[in-house]
């Protein structure tokens, strides 16, 4: 709380020399245009925390980067590879946010275990949990998501509900029953019923895109990225 406090001079000395920053507790991110420029401030402000605030820099972690892909705030990346319509929207803007990999991969992580097959607790269990998941996470990084991105990883979600569906569904006449429910007619459901292929290999059959079509999956309460992530 102390470190926070005396940070206000630091935004207050960058301010006054119309630097750019972002800071959030203590962690910052300073925007230069060239390496000799980052260089100085660097130097500049490793000094001012030192010798004025008596605070210690994380030698470690305090770096020079590029704006890239590769370098990380908070979770957040930059990124050049955006639509065009979201350059014509922010005209003279260089660099857009955008969700680290290693975020991402931990998002996808995440998602794996509460689709686990098995569906700990229960089906409505599993789909609030994985509602709480994707909202909250698509809040933190509204905006940044990658269109491309969230398409193919809403695909994966789907794919995944499909297929702990169908484990749950586990015998034949359970299996006929819920076809019936979601669809009067469809070409080979006895012989889907009885099906003893893979559960995973299962989720990405035609029938089964048939019975648990992508909206028949949003009626049913399966939340998606494309829900809460869109911008606009």
Known sequence: MLANVLLNELDQLLDSRGIKFVRYADDMVIMCGSQKAAERILQNVTEFIEKKLFLKVNKDKTKIVRASEESQFLGFAFTQRVTQKLKDAYPGTRYFPTVHKKKRVKFANSVKEILDRRAKGGIATVKRKLEMKIRGWSNYFYGAVPDSWMKETDAWIRRRVRQL????????????????????????????????????TMSMTPVIHRILSNKRLLSEGWATLEQFARKG
């Open 165 to 200: 569906l169908w484990k749950q569904w586990k015998k034949p006449g359970k299996r006929l029953e819920e076809f019936r429910k979601r669809a009067k007619r469809v070409p080979l459901k006895s012989e889907y019923a009885y099906s003893s292929n893979r559960y995973w």
